[in-house]
């Protein structure tokens, strides 16, 4: 039972267009969002997070988008650098012990 | 300052054989975390440690899998009796507890043959 879905394994984007990661949920209780970026070899690292009593948090080229009422948040990235090519993971949380609920992953590849 | 630390990078094991996972989280980090990572899948909670508190062990697959944390720092994660599906990334986290953010370490890669 996956409360915490990205549904697109990779995703192709060409440089300097904008990615848009997706991530869908199934527990109402969730109340924080973050998003983590992780290259091969090394542990994911933080990349920006959202409570949800907000529906925007921007950071740089990084915009994460929620929508409570369709259970579903988004990252924007633009303009896309081939830098930002890694594994994106979705996690949530809504427990008063802040664990994280993490879904797959999504390759994020930028073409040059 | 120092990140957070596994060892080893790597790790190949026989089947069946017993297997040492170790972990140095942030100084200063009361919360530590213990994932798996398999194939083409998400991380996977195994372990959680908070201060002196009992460890929330919800997450360990079976009874071969245990992890200790001594001192409130170091932490082993420990498979008896390995098994090919246990093969996968472990990863390890730690945090100030009472925050979302987890901060990784680089994984340890176990290949059981």
């Known amino acids: 039972d996956q409360q915490v879905k990205q549904n697109s394994p990779s995703l192709s984007v060409q440089e300097g267009r904008i990615s848009i990661l997706n991530c869908d949920y199934t527990?109402?209780?969730?109340?924080?969002f973050l998003w983590y970026k992780k290259y091969p070899a090394e542990g994911p690292t933080f990349l920006i997070s959202?409570?949800?009593i907000k529906d925007k948090n921007e950071d740089g080229r990084f915009t994460v988008f929620l929508n409570k009422s369709a259970k579903h948040l988004s990252l924007h990235i633009v303009p896309s650098q081939p830098g930002d090519s890694a594994v994106y993971f979705c996690?949530?949380?809504?427990?008063?012990?802040?664990?994280?609920?993490w879904g797959a992953g999504t390759k994020l590849i930028i073409k040059p | 300052g120092a990140g957070v630390s596994q060892s080893p990078s790597n790790k190949v094991t026989e089947k069946g054989k017993d297997v040492e996972l170790r972990c140095d989280p942030i100084?200063?980090?009361?919360?530590l975390y213990w994932y798996r990572q398999s194939l083409g899948q998400g991380l996977e909670f195994l372990i959680y440690?908070?201060?002196?508190?009992?460890?929330?062990k919800s997450g360990l697959p079976s009874d071969r899998f245990s992890a200790e944390r001594t001192g409130g720092s170091v932490s082993t994660l420990t498979i008896q009796r390995t098994q090919q599906e246990d093969s996968a990334v472990y990863l390890c986290?730690?945090?100030?507890?009472?925050?979302?953010?987890?901060?990784f370490g680089p994984g340890t890669r176990l290949t059981v043959l």
């Open positions: 100084s200063g980090h009361t919360a």
């Open positions: 440690f908070q201060g002196n508190s009992a460890p929330d």
């Open positions: 986290a730690s945090n100030r507890g009472g925050y979302y953010e987890q901060f």
């Open positions: 996690a949530a949380s809504g427990g008063s012990n802040y664990q994280l609920i």
């Open positions: 527990n109402s209780m969730f109340d924080y």
């Open positions: 959202i409570s949800s």
